[in-house]
Structures are given as structure tokens and as C-alpha cells.
């Protein structure tokens, strides 16, 4: 993964992750993936995409600012089975001066099926401080730039959707 930014980035559309493998020991008793490891999937995916606008450790480490999740929602689509090959697709569908809008689709990495998808809020930290800070120009320059690319994508499927449970009758 990148450490640094010493180039200027291509943002495709939408950002696709390394392959990735769903490890034996991720699978539970169910027989499939875990629900907690879905996370970390997407968890890496996002550091992969963040690294591309300059937000990677050296960042956290020379600057004193990273970026939190501050939430989440997941949806379970389709099982994925021990050793299975995955992707993650991840899209900004919309930024701030403090904040980034988050789109991310697992994929089945030979089969092309979905498997999940989450939605995230992720905040631009000051490390010292703990508290929401602004980002600085240059990297607010690279996220309009992915925002730019991104911008031509149709809505994701379940963009905005909300936990609920409609009355039965």
C-alpha cells in the first residue's frame, strides 16, 4: 500500500482495491464470513483509497491527522465461503471541508457477484487534539479531484438506505 503521495494520483471510477482472500480463519461457525471481517475488508479497502489523497500513516505521522469512522452501515448480501478471491469498489459520493461520504461494494474477485456493500462517514482528526479538524488545501485539491471523477457514476444501489423494519399486516 502507499505511504506517501510523491506523484500526482489517477482517480478511476469508481477506486477498484488489491485483491484480496477471505482466510479460513475468518469463517465462523455459520460456515461463511464472519460479519466482523466484512468490516476489515472494507477497512482495508479504504486505506487503499485514502493513501491515494495523501491520508495514509506518514500523513498521520508528519502531520498529526488521520481520519475516524464515525458510521457505518452494512449491508450482507451474499455469503462468501472460506479462501474466496474479493474486491472492493469504493466511490466518494460527497466531501466537506471536514468529512468524506463513503460508497464501498465487496465483490466476489473471479465471479464479479456482490457480496456487501457499506456506506461510511469517515472525519478528518486531529491526532493531538481528538476533535474534528479542517483538511488541509493540498489534500482538499485531491479529494475534489476523486469527488470529480466520481461524480459521472450513476447512484449506487442502496446509497442512503436506513435500517428498518416495515409493520407487517
Known amino acids: ?27 465462523d ?6 460479519v466482523a471481517y466484512y468490516t ?3 477497512d482495508r479497502a479504504v486505506d487503499e483509497a485514502l493513501c491515494l489523497l495523501g ?3 506518514t500523513y498521520a505521522a508528519k502531520r498529526g491527522a488521520s481520519f475516524f469512522t464515525a458510521e457505518s452501515h452494512i449491508r450482507y448480501l451474499k455469503e ?3 479462501h474466496s478471491p474479493v474486491r472492493v469498489t469504493l466511490r466518494l459520493v460527497d466531501y466537506d471541508e471536514k468529512r468524506l461520504h463513503l460508497f464501498q461494494t465487496l465483490h466476489h474477485a473471479s465471479e464479479g457477484w456482490v457480496a456487501a456493500t457499506t456506506e461510511q462517514m469517515v472525519l478528518h482528526v486531529d491526532l493531538r487534539t481528538r476533535h474534528v479538524a479542517p483538511f488541509p488545501d493540498d489534500v482538499l485539491e485531491r ?9 459521472a457514476l450513476p447512484p449506487p444501489e442502496g446509497l442512503g438506505r436506513k435500517v428498518n423494519m416495515p409493520a407487517r399486516y
Not at 503521495?5 to 482495491?17: N, Q, T
Not at 479529494?143 to 461524480?151: C, D, K
Open 80 to 82: 462468501l465461503a472460506p
Open 40 to 42: 476489515l475488508i472494507f
Open 1 to 27: 500500500m502507499l505511504d506517501r503521495i510523491d506523484f500526482e494520483p489517477v482517480f478511476f471510477a469508481p477506486f477498484v482495491s488489491s485483491a484480496m482472500k477471505v482466510e479460513g480463519e475468518w469463517i
Open 55 to 57: 491520508l495514509g500513516p
Open 29 to 34: 461457525y455459520n460456515g461463511h464470513l464472519n
Open 143 to 151: 479529494i475534489a479531484t476523486m469527488r470529480a471523477a466520481h461524480a
